[in-house]
Nanobody
Framework: QVQLVESGGGLVQAAGSLRLSCVAS????????MGWFRQAPGEERQPVAV???????LYADSVKGRFTISRDNYKNTVWLQMNSLKPEDTAVYYC??????????????WGQGTQVTVSS
């Protein structure tokens, strides 16, 4: 079992930045794909970005050029740097792990989520 704990969400104005962090409880994430999904009100959960333990990355088209995912395998940690935020980025952001490096697969493990609200 893997526990994922997110932090760093909050309220920010449009064009602002936030950095999300996620710490995993188990060392099995060291070689697992990790990433971020999000769920806006009334919508299904959608992938944001995923990263392999070797650093291969995929981004959703909606965040390319604005968001950056990174990880530290020794610290069991993954980050999501979000710049140029838009109101449509408002959602609960979930840290995820244990999946293939693709954006159309549901991860095995999910964090509890952290709220990101972008005001216009």
């Amino acid at each position: 079992q893997v526990q994922l704990v997110e932090s760093g969400g909050g309220l920010v104005q449009a064009a602002g930045s936030l950095r999300l962090s996620c710490v995993a409880s188990a060392r099995t994430v060291n070689t697992a794909v990790m990433g971020w999904f999000r769920q806006a009100p009334g919508e299904e959960r959608q992938p944001v970005a995923v990263i392999s333990w070797t650093g291969d990355i995929l981004y959703a088209d909606s965040v390319k050029g604005r968001f950056t995912i990174s990880r530290d395998n020794y610290k069991n940690t993954v980050w999501l740097q979000m710049n140029s935020l838009k109101p449509e980025d408002t959602a609960v952001y979930y840290c995820v792990s244990h999946m293939d490096l693709r954006l159309d697969e549901s991860p095995k493990y999910w964090g509890q989520g952290t709220q990101v609200t972008v005001s216009s």
